[in-house]
């Protein structure tokens, strides 16, 4: 009887029917692998397609658009033309970070003060109108948003910077999706393409953007899935190659060369990792939930961004949103065990203080950058027990391990460090170790990713 089960063809039904309706001499259907399924409730029409195009288009170009605000207001903040925002940062006074911070609090809290006053009850949320609703997007909000986060974060606000072009993105998807008069499951698709396509444009990783579509956003990489998803992204990202380099975010990674001692330290800090990652996203739940409301909101950034600016005196490296000091740590240069200690313990608190504080931004790089921190520093505290291992590997292997806990994603954070580095095949076994194991240890834990814990209250009105 088990052998016949095992035997049995499968009910899958192909959508749309193949071109060669012969099958081959075996008889059994090319669903029997189980990726190649029907489209399901996004029926793949042709009108779908042409609407994936433009909203790969208009990621690109929200992306841009983008990056465009954020590296001229850190330009014309900090007085540079060339060279990283760090270094810039660091090259400052003391008292020009703290003001420039003051008055980013004092620039952003009445603007989403405001804007939250006049587009009240319209949604912003990427993740909420894709997992939960109709794939619709506000569009003042969503564009006042993304603007206020890019100029607060281009003064030095503790906050990512991938949520404003996700959120273009994903605005896209939506408006393409009632110019063609989508169904809503086509609608949902298109927006969480979108969404994965901004990713994808500012930081150069169309395979990365792709794969977060599927398993973050989705969690389904299935044909009707995977397709749209690799198009949009591949498509964002040649139209921000029109403003943004074609090349790695974090270049001059050396070279690493596998030691056993990274294997055995993956296997050791990973689940360390995934329970340290555990309780970050219970802070940012928790404080998402709590964040400060109505006129509160008019001094919340203010005092938030003040208390990064009054640390920031001292320690420059936690102004942003981490890119550049997780670049310093794969470069080797922050060795300081000291210094890392203080960056891993403050990075996180820092960024969420400012979202209870009711200022809006990304968890993307500032996750990815205190990976790279704590994975410094606990291998800078294995070295002299187990030498052979660089604190830069330690680093990279971190930020992918807490990356893909925090997305509650391992293929999507494996992807995205290889992709963001163009470094990394060299140590991919402990890589996928150090991935594997926090992961784990996160989804027996708890099981919320950086996006889920943050969203809003379910009312009873919404939905389908």
């Known amino acids: 009887m088990a052998r016949s089960d095992r035997s049995r063809e499968t009910d899958r039904v192909r959508a749309p029917q193949p071109a060669l309706k012969r099958r081959l001499p075996h008889g059994r ?17 042709p009108a779908f397609w042409l609407m994936l195009v433009l909203t790969g288009v208009g ?21 540079y033309s060339t060279g990283e925002f760090q270094t810039a940062v660091g090259l400052s006074s003391p008292t020009h970070r703290l003001i420039a911070l003051l008055i980013a609090g004092a620039i952003g809290g009445p603007a989403w003060y405001l804007l939250s006053r006049y587009t009240k009850g319209q949604k912003s949320e ?23 986060q890019e100029v607060v974060i281009g003064f030095g606000a503790s906050l990512g910077r991938e949520a404003a072009p996700k959120l273009l993105g994903a605005l896209s998807g939506t408006y393409f999706g009632k110019l063609a008069r989508l169904s809503p499951a086509q609608r949902r698709l298109l927006v969480a393409c979108g969404a994965g396509a901004g990713l994808a444009a500012v930081y150069n990783v169309p395979l990365g953007g792709a794969l977060f579509t599927a398993e973050v956003m989705l969690g389904e990489i299935t044909l009707p899935v995977v397709l749209p998803a690799v198009g949009c992204s591949m498509i964002a990202s040649e139209v921000a190659y029109l403003y943004l380099p074609n090349r790695a975010t974090y270049l001059g990674i050396p070279n690493f060369q596998l030691n056993w001692s990274e294997v055995l330290w993956a296997i050791i800090a990973g689940p360390i990792i995934g329970l340290v990652v555990t309780g970050f996203v219970r802070l940012i739940g928790f404080l998402s939930h709590h964040r400060l409301k109505g006129r509160a909101v008019l001094f919340g950034p203010l005092l938030s961004f003040g208390i990064t600016g009054l640390i920031g005196m001292r320690y420059y490296q936690l102004f942003g949103n981490g890119k ?45 950058a205190s990976g790279a921190v704590l994975g410094g520093l606990l291998g800078g505290i294995w070295n002299p027990l187990v030498s052979g291992g ?34 990394g095949l060299q140590i991919i076994v402990p890589l996928m170790i150090a991935t594997l194991l926090a992961t784990m240890v996160s989804r027996h834990l708890d099981g919320y990713s950086i996006y889920s814990a943050r969203l809003p209250v379910q009312r009873s009105d919404e939905g389908d």
Do not use: C
């Open 59 to 79: 990621s690109g170009v929200g992306g841009m658009a983008m990056m465009y605000i954020l590296f001229h207001v850190q330009r014309a903040v900090y007085h």
């Open 29 to 45: 259907g090319a669903t029997e692998q189980p990726n190649a399924v029907g489209d399901g409730d996004a029926e793949l029409t």
């Open 324 to 368: 550049d000091m997780a670049h310093a740590v794969f470069r080797g240069s922050i060795v300081s065990l000291s210094l890392l200690a203080v960056l891993f313990v403050l990075k996180p608190v820092l960024t969420a203080i400012s979202l209870q504080s009711g200022a809006s931004g990304g968890l993307f790089t500032p996750l990815f």
């Open 390 to 423: 660089s604190i830069a590997a330690y680093a990279m292997i971190g930020a992918a391990a807490a990356l893909a806990a925090g997305l509650q994603a391992p293929l999507s954070g494996l992807v995205l460090v290889l992709e963001l580095t163009h470094s």
């Open 126 to 148: 990427v993740d909420d109108v894709v997992w939960s609703g109709k794939g619709e997007l506000s569009y003042p909000k969503s564009i006042g948003t993304s603007i206020i």
